[in-house]
């Protein structure tokens, strides 16, 4: 993996826990200005934030290395050297430090569903949205032991997820999730995470259930894998959760 490949891992991580108003107050004001405007160059942006060309070129430096922004010349416009002008414009992971609704959005559609075409529905489009997770983790893990394949599985939400967290017990093993990235909607319709529970249960082929959740207040999602109960993977029926 080489840096560049790294620094951009990494700033998506970061930018989903940072928001644009955790950030100090120069970057802000520049992260803000390429929102509202879409790009600009050294130039306009220190016209409007009234900053000196070097100062702002500093603050794109670093906001460049933390994978925010974006450099594009525009080689049909030329300055008074003669040179075409370098815009600045944000990467997708610097438009998420900005507020989202997606959970507002997703909750809506959950609920929509079941409104219109009856609760059953929302079951089925569960059951697809599990079904599609386990046919495309399945067969890269199907040649794997049970540990190994746990042990990959720190990769479920999130590529070399550092809140991910694998232990082995007496009877199986125990995957531990401090950081849900489904966190609000998964607090307002908890059904959602079954998808993870049936998901888990098809790629092992074993019992899984979570024994701690955050609903519950516990801080943490603990998916209990019981190595020892097998289960028929080709006739497995999707199931929500228990509410207890």
């Not at 004001?29 to 600009?40: D, M, R, T, Y």
């Not at 130039?43 to 000196?52: E, H, K, P």
């Not at 290395?65 to 525009?74: L, M, P």
Request: glycine residues 6%.
């Amino acid at each position: 993996m080489n840096n560049q490949t790294q620094r951009t891992r990494s700033s998506h991580q970061e930018s989903v826990i940072l928001t644009i108003n955790q950030l100090p107050d120069s970057r802000r004001a520049i992260l803000s200005a390429l929102k509202q405007h879409g790009s600009a160059t050294i130039a306009q942006l220190a016209a409007i934030l009234q900053l000196t060309g070097e100062a702002v070129r500093q603050q794109l430096l670093q906001l460049q290395r933390d994978g925010w922004i974006e450099a594009r010349i525009d080689r049909t416009s030329a300055g008074r050297t003669g040179r075409p002008a370098t815009g600045y414009s944000l990467t997708a992971a610097g438009d998420h430090l900005f507020p989202k609704q997606y959970d507002a959005l997703t909750v809506a559609m959950i609920d929509a569903i079941s409104d219109e075409l009856g609760p059953d529905a929302a079951k089925r489009v569960l059951a697809r949205v599990a079904d599609d997770k386990a046919n495309v983790i399945g067969p890269l893990l199907r040649d794997m032991s049970l540990e190994e394949r746990i042990a990959a599985l720190k990769n479920w939400y999130l590529q070399d997820d550092p809140y991910m967290e694998t232990q082995k017990t007496e009877d199986g093993f125990r995957l531990i999730e401090r950081n849900c990235p489904f966190y609000n909607t998964a607090m307002r319709r908890p059904n959602l995470c079954s998808v993870s529970v049936n998901a888990l249960t098809r790629v092992l082929g074993v019992r899984v259930f979570r024994e701690e959740k955050f609903q519950d207040g516990d801080g943490r999602c603990v998916f209990r894998v019981m190595a020892n109960e097998p289960v028929d993977t080709e006739n497995f029926e999707f199931g929500l959760e228990s509410a207890e």
